[in-house]
């Protein structure tokens, strides 16, 4: 059986299309603390550790769980957890607007490659949908949507990563199988995501998640993060992902 071709990229975009974690998700969440009256503050260690926990409201109700401040009825947490991810996203979008965050090398350049070769690409993230908006604009400028064919965000599913959802509505949107895609991802929850779906993966590690081998039973391309990113890199990583998954 030929191997299938590579008709689509899925992009995850936090740690992906761009280090937007440190410099701006934490920042921002700091900011709402401090708009909230909160004297709380995520240093760069601490939030490596939330990371784990993906969806900034997610992220806020496992921190809260390991405080003695945090209020302790579960309905007074889930609010206070839901205003604070408002107003972080209200900052991190006038940080992405100020130009805080830049590409990743070679990702910008690839995504217009993809368009220009005819591919479909998607949006599979966790994040919320205004950020995305907010970050894409900056990077792409304000046509960008037309370079994307599907666009699937964190309030598009009831299960964020490392639940397969999101590349499930990804490949659903697109009406493709998981074979005919390349997911592109850098952490071991998206990393999880794709490969639960049944899509290949190509794995670029981040600041923070700098991996030096796939999470353990994972089949995937990892791509280091100082190695050269262009569409003819992802088009080798997706032949070879799908000949080994086709030979008899
Ligand atoms: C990364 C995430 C997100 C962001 C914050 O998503 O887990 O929660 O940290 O965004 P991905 P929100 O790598 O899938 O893009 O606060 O909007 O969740
Ligand atoms: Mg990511």
């Known amino acids: 059986m030929p191997a299938p071709a590579l008709r689509a990229l899925l992009w995850d975009v936090d740690g992906t299309v761009a280090e937007t974690e440190r410099d701006g998700h934490r920042v921002a969440f700091n900011q709402a603390f401090e708009a909230a009256g909160l004297p709380w503050h995520w240093d760069v260690a601490h939030y490596g550790t939330l990371l784990q926990v993906t969806g900034g409201r997610e992220r806020l ?6 405080r003695p401040d945090a209020p302790t009825r579960a309905e007074d947490r889930e609010a206070l957890a839901r ?3 408002v107003l972080k996203n209200e900052r991190y979008a006038r ?9 990743r090398a070679g990702v910008l350049e690839t995504m217009r490659a993809a368009h220009a070769a005819g591919l479909r690409q998607a949006i599979v993230t966790t994040t919320s949908r205004r950020n995305v908006q907010a970050l894409f604009e900056r990077l792409l400028g304000p046509d960008w949507h037309m370079g994307f064919d599907a666009l699937c965000c964190g309030e598009d599913t009831q299960r964020k990563k490392p639940d397969p959802e999101v590349y499930l509505l990804a490949l659903r949107r697109l009406g493709l199988a998981p074979a005919e895609a390349l997911a592109i991802e850098d952490s071991p929850p998206g990393a999880r995501a794709a490969c639960a779906a049944a899509v290949p993966l190509l794995l670029r590690p981040s600041v923070y998640f700098p991996s030096t081998r796939l999470p353990d039973g994972l089949v995937g391309w990892l791509c280091p993060a100082a190695a050269p990113f262009d569409l003819d890199h992802l088009h080798r990583a997706h032949a070879a992902l799908t000949a080994s998954s086709t030979r008899p």
């Open 95 to 103: 940080r992405v607007e100020g130009g805080a965050i830049a590409a």
């Open 83 to 85: 205003h604070l991810h």
């Open 61 to 66: 109700l496992a921190d809260m769980a390991d």
